[in-house]
T-cell receptor, first 112, second 108 residues
Framework: NAGVTQTPKFRILKIGQSMTLQCTQD?????MYWYRQDPGMGLKLIYY???????DKGEVPNGYNVSRSTTEDFPLRLELAAPSQTSVYFC???????????FGEGSRLTVL | RKEVEQDPGPFNVPEGATVAFNCTYS??????FFWYRQDCRKEPKLLMS???SGNEDGRFTAQLNRASQYISLLIRDSKLSDSATYLC?????????FGKGTSLLVTP
């Protein structure tokens, strides 16, 4: 996972709490993504960014916010946690030439 | 119709067997295609890209059929260590769309 760091790895939240999942890269790639993966399901795109200052919604953006003030950081914010947001969250960045996605190790979030 | 569809399996095969997975995609303008491997509770990792002419990497062969909008992955001489979920990934513009994955279990 060289280059993509996600924190925290695990977190338990109560309904209504807020938190930020951090994602940092040192590969200087422009394209970054946040996916969520529910048990037995594929990855669903929450938000993505094509560069600093530019973000856009993916398939399942409701309940989340992002920012991209620098190339390195792409945090994901949950404002009012709900049980439906219990999932594994993956941050990824995309190689400029190959299109390959490099993933962080994931953040496992439980909302009770 | 979902963007990317895969048979979820599971595929249970003995060591040494040959197994094939297919994946269909809905966007005819899709430009690039990949197979990712995901081990239990781990992040996905690139297995191989899929090129128009088909490509091979050791025991793994990937093929693309643009006319029928599907890609395939063939694994020869299966190893126990091949047990994982295989994700089909299709690039349509900025985003990469993932299938739900096909689960493979290779048994002794």
């Amino acid at each position: 996972n060289a280059g993509v760091t996600q924190t925290p790895k695990f977190r338990i939240l109560k309904i209504g709490q807020s938190m930020t999942l951090q994602c940092t890269q040192d590969m200087n790639h422009n394209y970054m993504y946040w996916y969520r993966q529910d048990p037995g399901m594929g990855l669903k795109l929450i938000y993505y960014s094509v560069g600093a200052g530019i973000t856009d919604k993916g398939e399942v953006p409701n309940g989340y916010n992002v920012s991209r003030s620098t190339t390195e950081d792409f945090p994901l914010r949950l404002e009012l946690a709900a049980p439906s947001q219990t999932s594994v969250y993956f941050c990824a960045l995309r190689g400029a030439n190959t299109g390959e996605l490099f993933f962080g190790e994931g953040s496992r979030l439980t909302v009770l | 119709r979902k963007e990317v569809e895969q048979d979820p399996g599971p595929f249970n095969v003995p060591e040494g067997a040959t197994v094939a997975f297919n994946c269909t995609y809905s966007n005819s303008a899709s430009q690039s295609f990949f197979w990712y491997r995901q081990d239990c509770r781990k992040e996905p990792k690139l297995l191989m890209s899929v090129y128009s002419s088909g490509n091979e990497d050791g025991r793994f062969t990937a093929q693309l059929n643009r006319a029928s909008q599907y890609i395939s992955l063939l694994i020869r001489d299966s190893k126990l260590s091949d047990s994982a979920t295989y994700l089909c990934v299709v690039n349509s513009g900025y985003a990469l769309n993932f299938g739900k994955g096909t689960s493979l279990l290779v048994t002794p």
